[in-house]
T-cell receptor, first 113, second 113 residues
């Protein structure tokens, strides 16, 4: 059984479009995260939710809006996509605040043309 | 701000030992981690060390921490081709709460058969 799953795995879209990436975890964890990994492999945290509440919100353009309908899901919606948004987006989850001790999803490779 | 640096690339022969190095700047770092990322996959936590420890060993993995120099290393004994991956060093300032985790740039390990 997949612990942290993301859909889609690949996403190719045009500049200016709006797209969503979905994440689900079946581990019963109370904290979920979105990370962005750019082409140089830099990995940066974007958002973190604990029990559906936003607890970490890094300096991310407000075109990015996370939504957590329940503890097991954290979706990422991106408006007006730009070329610089091209990256791999990883969802992760953990129990409590030990962010780096969590489980990561397989990633969603977003390509903006 | 926090900064974590690693060399970008390491090549070793199968059966040799690999040593991946990392330096960090945040003196309040409490937890230091090593993650492994295989091609097309998310990050997998390999091991972590508390800042009050100098060394931790886990089967083929040995983590050494020099807190004075803010230097962390990961030694992989008897390196196998399956160890080929990108290895990320990461640090976080505390164990409680919802702290941010800072990742290094990643070191790509190539194991030559």
């Amino acid at each position: 059984d997949t612990a942290v799953s993301q859909t889609p795995k690949y996403l190719v879209t045009q500049m200016g479009n709006d797209k969503s990436i979905k994440c689900e975890q079946n581990l019963g964890h109370d904290t979920m995260y979105w990370y962005k990994q750019d082409s140089k492999k830099f990995l940066k945290i974007m958002f973190s939710y604990n029990n559906k509440e936003l607890i970490i919100n890094e300096t991310v353009p407000n075109r990015f809006s996370p939504k957590s309908p329940d503890k097991a899901h954290l979706n990422l919606h991106i408006n007006s996509l730009e070329l610089g948004d091209s990256a791999v987006y990883f969802c992760a989850s953990s129990q409590g605040g030990l962010a780096a001790g969590g489980f990561f999803g397989p990633g969603t490779r977003l390509t903006v043309l | 701000g926090e900064d974590v640096e690693q060399s970008l690339f390491l090549s070793v022969r199968e059966g040799d030992s690999s040593v991946i190095n990392c330096t960090y700047t945040d003196s309040s770092s409490t937890y230091l981690y090593w993650y492994k990322q295989e091609p097309g996959a998310g990050l997998q936590l390999l091991t972590y060390i508390f800042s009050n420890m100098d060394m931790k060993q886990d089967q083929r993995l040995t983590v050494l921490l020099n807190k004075k120099d803010k230097h962390l290393s990961l030694r992989i004994a008897d390196t196998q081709t399956g160890d080929s991956a990108i290895y990320f060093c990461a640090e976080s300032p505390n164990s409680g709460g919802y702290q941010k985790v800072t990742f290094g740039t990643g070191t790509k390990l190539q194991v030559i058969p």
